[in-house]
């Protein structure tokens, strides 16, 4: 798996913190799907050790970004 995949992913993650911290839960959501849904699908191909531990940090601060947004907006 190309490392340009990583490098997508950061700028996509500090948009959701962004968005976070402009109380806009509905954007935050819709990206936060779109970007899991993409480290799931990079999941799958990865087959490298390395990259699925640094896929596995994406996935669980993505998670961690979720209960924020759910209890944001609530």
């Known amino acids: 798996m190309p490392i340009h995949q990583f490098v997508y992913l950061k700028p996509k993650v500090q948009i959701i913190i962004d968005l976070i911290a402009k109380k806009e839960w509905k954007k935050a959501q819709l ?27 994406y996935q669980v601060l993505l998670t961690h970004l979720l209960l924020k947004i759910q209890n944001g907006s609530h």
């Open 31 to 57: 990206l936060q799907l779109e970007v899991s849904k993409e480290v799931e699908n990079l999941i799958d191909e990865v087959v490298s050790d390395n990259h699925l531990i640094e896929l596995s940090k």
